[in-house]
């Protein structure tokens, strides 16, 4: 077996992105700011300290992956409270997505929530995407897609509601770790053979290349392509690139230009 892993900082002030490799555990962790971007400590945001409070916690590979990140949201929310967030206020909350794999002699046992991915790819260059899942970014996505023609400073402005209302459904229609015990509910996880499995990829959705029109659920065909052509570090280089070329997110719809990218292959048929 051998890995592979990126850990980029976007166009942000600091990566809210961090990933784990502890022996046979691998996983990536997306924090999202809240939405008053309240700092904390040494500049720090919610969205940083989510996602490495739920990676320290999956760094100990001690439980069932289930177990872990019922612990982590856990430890997100006392770390809310220590930090003296709102926690009535939803808006204030930190959260951060996950996905995680534990490789196995009898599998792979995997884990997921939020806008974080695992795809399997096989000796023939299939794939398969485990947790499926509909893009919660899709309708405002499609909003500012319309709205192509103005600024981006504009259009984030014109979508502070509608980005709001996004906010508000974590944890009601999609998954996030945040520290609400309805985080519970929206993890997905489960058990996967490994047989004839190439690579595992584990990444979060800075990783995604960009669209012209925003996809309800994302297609991963050109992504997997390019990876195999491209190699990991070659696959974050033409994103960069697609993304350099727009920098006003106008012709690709995204929040920034780029965004933090934490990324993990792993090869199995060495």
């Known amino acids: 077996m051998e890995t592979e892993h990126i850990l980029a900082k976007g166009s942000g002030g600091t990566n809210e992105d961090t990933l784990v490799i502890e022996k046979n ?18 500049k720090k945001t919610g969205g940083m300290i989510a996602s490495s409070t739920a990676c320290s916690i999956f760094s100990k590979n001690h ?19 220590s930090h003296g967030v709102n926690l009535s206020a939803r808006e204030c909350l930190w959260s ?22 695992i795809i399997l790819i096989y000796r023939d260059h299939s794939y398969k995407v485990l947790a499926e899942r509909t893009d919660h970014d899709f309708e405002t996505l499609s909003i500012w897609k319309k709205m192509s023609d103005k600024s981006s400073s504009l259009i984030h402005e014109a979508l502070e509601e509608q980005i709001r209302k996004t906010r508000y ?10 520290g609400e015990k309805e985080a519970e509910t929206f993890l997905k996880s489960g058990v996967e053979s490994l047989e004839n499995v190439k690579e595992i990829l584990v990444f979060t959705d800075g990783l995604n290349i960009p669209v012209e029109t925003p ?9 997997v392509e390019r990876f195999l052509c491209l190699g990991l570090n070659g696959l974050k280089e033409h994103i960069r690139e697609i993304e350099k070329n727009d920098p006003g997110c106008i012709k690709y719809p995204r929040f920034k230009c780029h965004d933090d990218i934490a990324a993990i292959c792993i090869r199995l048929d060495i």
Do not use: C
């Open 25 to 42: 555990l691998f996983g990536v962790f997306d924090g999202a700011t809240s939405l008053d971007k309240a700092f904390f400590g040494s």
């Open 63 to 81: 439980y069932p992956l289930i177990e872990l990140a019922k612990a982590a949201n856990n430890s997100i929310h006392d770390k809310m409270i």
């Open 96 to 117: 951060t997505s996950a996905a995680v794999v534990r490789i196995k002699e009898k599998g792979l046992e995997w884990i997921q929530t939020g806008d974080s991915f």
């Open 169 to 178: 459904r974590m944890n009601r229609s999609y998954g996030v770790l945040n």
């Open 215 to 223: 996809e309800r659920e994302k297609n991963f065909d050109i992504l």
